[in-house]
């Protein structure tokens, strides 16, 4: 920490809040310094600052993970990564939800930042299954779909995302949810010079190979019209984008989406590019399509609609005026006009439904409830905006900016403000910018901005015009509405907490409505791409997002004539009044439940700067960054932060966490006892409130490490006292076993004294039967004198024997347990499908059903690396004398999947190997994945398969000749008997690779070929032998 005394040197502060001065100037010139030296993060209290490097930086890597593992933030440099971990531990100790608001300008570097807090706390909670993996691939998804290249950034969010990350109260992760506001769909028509459409257009004509592009009728990627600027990034960045369409499909694939639905969404975004290529031909009032069998008869193809009403809907509208339909043609603008509304409505429709998608493959359990969940919540969104032309959109980005400086300063200086007053404390001299007036200009009922842009949104006739009428004639008293002198124009200024931004009313009322041409959604219900009418059968919420049936909902299937019927009473476009949901509408109540959320849990702020607008590394524009620095409050922040109460635990809660450090004895939760405990510790500066404990936030550190301390010495006295039981009772047992060897010697005493006596009894008894055989029967022996009962020896209870041996004493048998030392999942596979997971039988009839033809080569043979269901320990013993890299993929018991052993230098290593839904293969904890087993093989044979470098290098191939360890997986009634037909086959014909009759032993290569087993044919559970009658290889199935 930095020392008040003597200035230390510029750049050498990691906590701003620290410095005795700071003005604007010092506060700049600290961030400046520290950029050059690539150290991109400060903090400012518990805020963190981010500039952003724009180059690759050395400070995320495994190394940087471990430092920032439940690190006090003082002790190491300001880090993304220790807000993680801040927020990790703070929801573990608190058990309370967690927020991370991470805010800045567009290329600012919120959605890095967001990402590398979520990989840091996927990190945190040490879980490596393929839940966690899903969780990180979702950004590429999202990205693909939600994010473009605009002039400020090559990888713009253009939807804000709020991800809640969802943990069990220990600490594991469950599962997570994303919630989206306000995707730009406009793009999806139209981008500004220098733009570009959303990434996953271009990926599709870089990453599809011809033929797919065909079965999209992707056509020429230059004569797209929805590529407004041209196919060139097509041609200059054609690796960039290829790779990005793989990263894609392995995202799809690693989520959990399956190959059909993943099909669907590539034949409608073909539709949509096909629909953009439409062209009207006409005048003002009427129009047709230009060229009916080209794009149109394409899209209309890939949409699974029929053609000509397809063009309909784009041409006429239509009206049912007192129970008469009236059609009336449309001209070139208006039927352009819809077929964009219909491009916009499918593409909001499409990423609505991948989000809904990801949540219901991401969510937890529903075993779990929700009171056993805890959150942390990451907001990345849109920063705030200001451009020589700024429209609804920016209306809309920008309310949400200065609803997120509301909470910033309710947070930060209102809260904290308010409660020294109550305490007492002086904090005249602290003073903010209350935005809270102008945030009710936008959300006040009745007579807010968009309010009273919803209502005459309402009002066919309204204009864009008399909409600003009306607001001039509401706001104009306000400080921070203005329109233009010239009452004939559209401009009008809105004051920000940020700054003044000019707006153009032009199309507000229009993309308020967002209404859709009469007919689409009823056409698109009935669409034959199953993935469309599932979208347009769903319904927007209140919160503008999208509420899908589920798809045996039976409510969902309309026959086509109901829903003809229910098209022909759909209002005619333009003509509707309806009070339905309008976007801002819609906005503002996203943004209050999104508040609701953030209220309740604990926030963290990031806030991230750029420090230049060219985009390069190395360079920091004063002025640039002066003006975001000022408009996130960043300078009163430092200051308050310095001079405030960070923390302010109830009595209650800080009695519960540090009653142990008190050095008097007490009992109740109140002031008086807090105060107890806080002397008995050192500390200065603290505060004892009315109903609450005032802390510096650097307290808490100091806190926690005294309780460590108290911790570690009461581990001490537990160690101590139970050593001491321990020998006490160790003592007693001996003393118990020496009572027990006495009665054993007496006992065997006994026996050897009486042993002669009992010997000449028996030999008296024998001569008497052997001389009076006839009377064998009825002899009456010689009565026996019976002897005394040995004294037995006393057998100790349960409860006295030796203690089990400790953890570590390696006598664990359980091989299950045991299984994977590399890679542990915490979750069950979600391929489910047959029988109950975890019996061998289950496995069995998985892999009978459905695996053989991913272990057999196209001769019908099995890999030589494929073994059964074998243990590893099994597998171990086989590897041992192997050279290095050779492996052996082999079936669990325990579950529907495969796991790879192979021999490094000293040891043998496991990794577990999943299904995807989409059929696909993938090692639990890498991030590739393959088609099949073969390519996974052969993938790691040239790839490595860890960071340690191993490569798969030989197959190993079964232990014995006599005996193959995957006999109990082959064996079915179904298979003999295809079997049976193959042998009948074979003795007429001869195969390569088959053997012969009558041929005792197979040869290595031989012994792959996929034969039913003769014990398993006979009931047996292993192969004994050679199956003999030499079976031909039967074809993969
Ligand atoms: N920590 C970082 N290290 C290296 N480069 C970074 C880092 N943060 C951001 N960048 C670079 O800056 C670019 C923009 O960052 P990012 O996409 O996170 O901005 P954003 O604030 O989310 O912008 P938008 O609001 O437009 O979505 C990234 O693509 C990357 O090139
Ligand atoms: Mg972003």
Known sequence: MASLAGRPPIGEVEDLATLARLDEQTLLKELKVRYGRDTIYTYVGDILVAVNPFKTLTIYDKKHTAVYRRAHKSQVPPHIFAIADASYHSMLDSQRNQCCVVSGESGAGKTESAKYMISHLIDLCQGKSTLEQKIIQVNPLLESFGNAQTVMNDNSSRFGKYIQLKFSRQGQILGAKISEYLLEKSRVVRQAPGERNFHIFYYLFAGLDGEEQQKYKLGNPDDQRYLSNGSSPLKRYKKELSNGYDALQTAMDI????????????????????????????????????????????????????????ADTMTVSVTVTRGEQIRRNLGVQRASDARDAIAKAVYGRLFSWIVNRVNTLLAPETKVSQTDIVEIGILDIFGFENFDQNSFEQACINLANEQLQYFFNEHIFKMELEEYKKEGIDATKITYEDNKPILEFFMKKPIGFLALLDEESHFPQATDLSFL??????????????????????????SHYAGKVEYDATGFLEKNRDTLPGGVVEMLQISKNGLLSHIFRGTITRTGTLALQSRRDKGARKTRMQSRALAKKAPAAGKSVRKVMTVGGQFKSSLEILMEKMNAASPHFVRCIKPNRQKSANLFEDDYVTAQLSYCGMLETTRIRREGYAMRPTFEEFFTRYKTLAKKKV???????????????????????????????????????????????????????????????????????????????????????????????????????????????????????ELPPPPLPVVPSTADLPPPPPPDSDESDDDDLDEFEEVIPKRANPNKRFGRQGTKAASVRWFQETQVSQTTTANGQFHEWFHGIITRRAAEQMLTSKPIGCFIVRVSESRFGYSLSFRVADRCKHYMIDQTPSGKFIIVGEPKVHKNLAALVAYHQKNPINEQGDLLTVACGQDSDEELDYADLVATSQQAKMLQSSRDTSARVSRPGGRSPGMAHRSRQQRGVFAAPASSRSGGSRLKGPTGGGAPPLPPR
């Open 469 to 494: 009428e009306k607001s001039h004639t509401n706001f104009k008293k306000l400080p921070f509405f203005a329109r233009a002198k010239d009452t004939r124009s559209t401009l009008f200024t809105l």
């Open 667 to 785: 009992t109740v939760p109140n002031g008086a006892s807090c105060r107890v405990i806080l002397e008995g510790t050192g500390i200065k500066n603290w505060h004892i409130g009315k109903t609450k404990v005032f802390l510096k936030y650097w307290h808490v550190e100091t806190l926690t490490d005294l309780l460590e301390k108290v911790h570690q010495a009461a581990t001490r006295l537990q160690k101590i006292v139970r050593g001491f039981l321990a020998k006490r009772r160790f003592k007693r047992l001996l003393a118990e076993a020496a009572k027990q060897r006495a009665a054993v010697e007496e006992f065997l005493e006994f026996i050897s004294k009486n042993e002669a006596k009992v010997t000449q009894k028996l030999q008296k008894l024998l001569a008497h039967d052997k001389a009076n055989p006839k009377n064998f029967d009825k002899a009456k022996a010689e009565p026996v004198q």
């Open 255 to 310: 989520v959990g989406f399956l190959a059909e639905e993943q099909e669907n969404l590539f034949v409608a975004l073909g539709g949509l590019l096909n629909l953009g290529n439409v062209r009207f031909e006409g005048d003002a009032d009427r129009s047709m399509v230009s060229d009916p069998d080209g794009p149109l008869k394409h899209a209309a193809f890939l949409f699974g609609l029929d053609p000509m009403q397809l």
